[in-house]
């Protein structure tokens, strides 16, 4: 519902002709909502909805032989198919690599799974928390190390899976250019949080020296303050490392008696006393709005951010003056804001366009422009549940 789908609206929001293939039932994600007013409806699902703007849509059952023969006469014309079936399934259909590069030698195939293309869990079924946590991210983060790991936040290796496959997948095509022939981009999105998330000093620097670190619970031990702390409204986060930020945090407290002492102008001289530090600081945090904190601080050069609620991130003038919320009109749902895409090429401008289409909505477009099918063999092919 995400992997794939997120991966491959990167490639529409820059300007791919992007096609969707669905099975004529419609995918998971559509059913999965979130739904105005909690109301299912396969053409107002929130996840699908933000998942797949700016794609072509049409529906096909690649598991029936006619299915199969109009998928593979899309994979003749296409640069690039994201998939993120287990490679079992592909097999199944008969539509893993080998079989597509028959089609098209030129094919770039970026297949995203939990676990990867090979190995002895590569069949393992598997969602999104399933490969974060197996990537060893919940020994380093989310919880304390005399307690139970936290679950993370949803669709974490997902994104960082699609944005994996987005990234190498136009590597794969700038090679096909340079040197000619497609290629498989196995992505497994537990490996993707395991090189990222977790990084190399941890599961790395283990595997050669038998050191790594563990969660420490709420904010970073090596020194302080870093951590949230609490406000008069709420919350902020003050992230002090260096010296220069810790003078820059005394000016904006106003240089506390308790702050003065020499040996605060040492990183792990700060971590070590900890509890003194936060108990000063907490006093004149406390006695200011959150966002008050965040600009005393900032206007200082002090590494501090307000702990923002969703509703006030979507109300947060700095998003709202880089346009980064899109309105996108959608044939059932109407208007309907949603996040622009995360990176910004003032030269090429990017982002959703079109909302995402309708179940099946391209079908004619596609299967009788692309193919000349026929009406009566489109019907037909309805009828018979192929698309």
């Not at 590069?101 to 676990?115: G, R």
């Not at 974060?132 to 997902?158: E, I, K, N, V």
């Not at 490392?241 to 106003?254: F, H, N, S, V, Y």
Request: glycine share 12%; proline share 6%.
């Amino acid at each position: 519902m995400v992997s794939a789908p997120y991966c491959a609206r990167m490639f529409a929001d820059l300007g791919a002709d992007v096609i969707k293939v669905e099975p004529p039932n419609g995918e998971a994600a559509r059913r999965a909502g979130p739904f105005p007013g909690d109301v299912s409806h396969p053409e107002k699902s929130g996840l699908f909805f933000i998942m797949n703007t700016n794609k072509r849509g049409v529906t096909c059952d690649v598991s029936t032989a006619q299915g199969r023969e109009l998928f593979l006469g899309l994979i003749g014309q296409a640069d690039v198919l994201i998939e993120n079936h287990l490679p079992a399934q592909m097999r199944e259909w008969g539509l893993d690599y080998e079989a597509l590069a028959v089609v098209n030698p030129n094919l770039v195939v970026v297949s995203i799974t939990p676990y990867g293309q090979t190995g002895p869990y590569s069949h393992w079924n598997g969602c999104d928390l399933n490969a974060y946590h197996l990537s060893g991210a919940s020994s380093r983060y989310c919880g304390y190390p005399d307690r139970m790991p936290l679950q993370h936040g949803t669709f974490s290796a997902d994104y960082f899976g699609a944005v994996t496959g987005a990234t190498w997948g136009l590597a794969a095509l700038h090679g096909r250019d340079l040197v000619g022939g497609g290629q498989q981009v196995d992505v497994s999105s537990a490996e993707a949080i395991a090189a990222t998330y977790v990084g190399g000093p941890n599961i790395g620097g283990y595997a050669q020296d038998g050191v790594f670190n563990q969660r420490t619970g709420m904010g970073n031990v090596v020194s302080a303050p870093a951590s949230i702390v609490p406000c008069r409204d709420g919350h902020a986060w003050i992230m002090v490392m260096e010296l220069p930020q810790w003078i820059g945090l005394r000016k904006a407290m106003g240089d506390p008696d308790w702050s003065q002492l020499e040996m605060f102008e040492d990183t792990f001289v700060r971590g070590q006393n900890g509890d003194i530090i936060y108990a000063g600081l907490t006093e004149w945090t406390m006695q200011h709005d959150k966002m008050e904190v965040m600009a005393l601080g900032q206007a200082q050069g002090v590494p501090v951010s307000a702990v923002l609620g969703i509703d006030e991130a979507v109300a947060l003038p700095h998003l709202q003056e880089r346009k980064h919320f899109v309105d996108v009109e959608h044939a059932v749902l109407g208007a309907v804001r949603i996040l622009g895409a995360p990176f910004q090429l003032p030269a090429a401008p990017c982002g959703p366009r079109y909302a995402p289409p309708l179940l099946g909505e391209h079908n004619d477009e596609v299967w009788r422009g692309m193919f000349e099918l026929s009406k009566d063999e489109l019907e037909r092919l309805r009828g018979e549940g192929v698309v």
